[in-house]
């Protein structure tokens, strides 16, 4: 048996209907329990604004490059570009992939 929320794939929309109605439902009211589709709904505009794809590759190419840009996920909020900048995890795999990348070279 997995743990809540690791269906992923898997569970499907069926999944995350039944883990909704079963997680969420009895923490509200009875006549506020919003439909998949209704969340869904309310979150995409958000969602859109925030996940451009676009982005994500060109990010996610130079840090195949071992080059850390968080300024090309958020281009126009310097705040958090400035606070992302610095998260260990993420200098880390930088530096990681530009060792692996620089022995790959020298080995050729």
């Known amino acids: 048996m997995e743990p809540d929320g690791a269906r992923g794939a898997?569970?499907?929309v069926s999944g995350?209907?039944?883990?909704?109605?079963r997680l969420l439902y009895p923490l509200l009211r009875s006549g506020d329990r919003p439909t998949t589709e209704g969340m869904t709904a309310a979150i995409r505009p958000l969602l859109v604004s925030v996940l451009a794809h676009a982005k994500e590759?060109?990010?996610l190419d130079a840090?195949?490059?071992g080059e850390y840009r968080p300024e090309l996920?958020?281009?126009?909020r310097p705040d958090i570009v400035e606070r992302i900048a610095r998260h260990?995890?993420?200098?880390?795999?930088a530096t990681n992939v530009a060792e692996h990348?620089?022995?790959e070279r020298?080995?050729?």
Do not use: I, Q, V
């Open 73 to 76: 996920l958020f281009p126009n």
């Open 106 to 108: 020298s080995t050729r």
């Open 16 to 21: 995350r209907c039944e883990d909704m109605r």
């Open 101 to 103: 990348r620089s022995r």
């Open 88 to 93: 260990p995890a993420l200098l880390w795999k």
């Open 10 to 12: 898997r569970g499907g």
């Open 63 to 65: 840090m195949a490059r």
């Open 57 to 59: 590759k060109t990010y």
